[in-house]
């Protein structure tokens, strides 16, 4: 006498290989999860950001400078300016750059301070940091070596 398994061999077969199928499609999704997660990741990341504070030449104004130094296009570049001193206005400053090309330099809006007394300013771009000491002597800038 013949049984069932015998008589079906092709539905026996078929059987396997949808379980086989259903025990490996979640590795075959896990692989492709993790390179797309690998492709996903924030070009800021990527890039290397160069950052520079500037200040105007009358030392009123100042500015970050950020320059993409990598072969990646670096997007949503998140960078900030702060003053640590006796400052009354424009201690706080911070954007988002949408895009920057690969060589290519980014300068922001320049802005105004107006303080008294020794001062740190702390300025970043992406994960680049630039720090600058000076005297802040009301609307002027002292001491600060970078100019534009």
Known sequence: MRTIFEKNKT?????I???IGILVAPLANAQEAVTNNEEKKSPE???VIDIDIKIGPVRIRMQICC???DTVPAEDV???FDVTGFCLYGAHHDGIIPLIQPGE???TEPFFVFGLGPAEIAASCGDSIDTLSCFLLGPF???GTDTY
């Open 67 to 69: 320059t993409n130094e």
């Open 17 to 19: 290989l949808v379980l």
């Open 105 to 107: 330099t980014i300068e």
């Open 141 to 143: 800038v002292l001491g």
């Open 11 to 15: 539905v026996m077969l078929l059987s």
């Open 45 to 47: 990341q990527l890039a």
């Open 78 to 80: 998140a960078w900030n």
